[in-house]
């Protein structure tokens, strides 16, 4: 039988080792990326996506006609889809293919850059409006004042007093479009702001900056990313709703939803000038919304096991 120090034996500490059994390969992106992956559907649907945003150039640069050169013949009006004119003509005789495709670039731009915009404002006004006390009452009434306006009614003012272009549209959306994404920031950072960590941050004197940066942010970017998720169909639906009513972007900019105003008098006898815009508004809204929300719940921390 063997004896006692025979069957055990002390080890000595390796401070290497011991590095290396502690050590954990964890990567928040890398395991949000992972986990994003495994939903097909999602993956499917953002090929899709992003296959249409290419599409939208190359579709110009393969077309018959240059858009910018688009001539009136109203001999050629109302030509039904064929080998020729691949999306037919409209009223005026120009080639629809054209038209689609560069107003699909337009409302897609817009878009991102609305997206954009309301995400870098909203975010900032969110974490002071949460983190500090003072500031709370200020931005919760002007969040009542601002939200309680009609969009259609603060399009129209400003549609008639500044114009209609571009620039103004995607401000506009801006200056309300972010009330959204700053209200759930808000939400949030209320949360998260007086866990003990950030109270013992607090206490060491770490500057207000740092802790919203690096001790709340980051458990906010799965709402965030939910938030753009929606963002982006709700600004393309707004822009087509506004377009269609004669208050989105000038005439001389075309976009899906002046595609979709335009088409609705003779939309009966030619239904391809409505079933065009329409599908791709409908294909970029479905796609985008289902990616957002798999990747938001893919961002969620607790879900990363």
Known sequence: ?????????????????????????????????????????????????????????????????????????????????????????????????????????????????????????????????????????????????????????????????????????????ISIGWLRMARNVRNLVMVYRDREYNLASRCLGTPIWRILTKNILPYLVSVIILRLATSIPQTIGLESTLSYLGLGLGVDTPSLGILLRNSRATFMQYPYLLVFPAAIVSTITVTFYLVGNAFSDAADPRNHV
């Open 1 to 173: 039988m063997k004896k006692q120090d025979e069957l055990f034996r002390f080890l000595e500490y390796s401070p290497e080792n011991a590095e290396r059994i502690g050590y954990s390969d964890y990567s928040y992106w890398k395991s949000v990326w992972q986990n994003f992956l495994k939903r097909k559907s999602a993956v499917f649907m953002a090929i899709v996506f992003i296959a249409l945003v290419i599409f939208s150039y190359v579709a110009l640069a393969i077309a018959k006609y240059d858009y910018a050169n688009l001539r009136i013949d109203a001999s050629l009006s109302f030509i039904s889809p064929n080998s020729e004119y691949w999306f037919g003509t409209d009223n005026l005789g120009q080639d629809y293919w054209c038209q689609v495709w560069y107003a699909a670039q337009i409302s897609i731009k817009l878009a991102l850059i609305v997206v954009l915009g309301e995400c870098a404002i909203g975010i900032i006004i969110g974490c002071v409006w949460g983190y500090v006390r003072q500031l709370d009452r200020f931005f919760t009434e002007l969040y009542n004042i601002i939200n309680n306006i009609p969009t259609l009614i603060y399009m129209t003012i400003i549609s008639m007093l500044i114009g209609q272009s571009f620039a103004t549209m995607a401000i506009s959306m």
